[in-house]
């Protein structure tokens, strides 16, 4: 792998940003990781049709997520059902970015 050219200046940068800078670097490298778990939440369904909530929730946290697999995963979903099934939790609610681009609700 080749070394980035800017890491020791994005590096030595980071160290005086402020707090406030750094909590608007991770809300908006969040933000960008919910776009993108959405996005392909709606490449899916275009090709095969509407998910459950209980599908949609497995498929955002696998990407959100990618090192929650297995038993832990497992754990989270047995929690969801039960909860679905006393109408607990209705699903996740989609970002507005998904509902705006006309992501299936």
Not at 45 to 69: H, K, N, Q, W
Not at 77 to 92: E, H, K, T, V
């Amino acid at each position: 792998m080749w070394p980035d050219p800017g890491a020791a200046e994005l590096e030595e940068a980071r160290r005086a940003w402020t707090v406030d800078e750094r909590l608007a670097l991770a809300a908006e490298l969040r933000d960008r990781a919910f776009d993108l778990a959405w996005a392909a939440v709606r490449e899916r369904e275009e090709r095969e049709g509407r998910l459950t909530d209980l599908d949609r929730a497995r498929f955002v946290l696998s990407r959100l997520y990618p090192e929650m697999i297995g038993p832990r995963l497992e754990e989270v979903m047995s929690i969801l059902a039960a909860a679905q099934a006393i109408d607990a939790w209705r699903g996740f609610t989609p970002p507005e970015s998904f509902i705006r681009a006309g992501g299936l609700s």
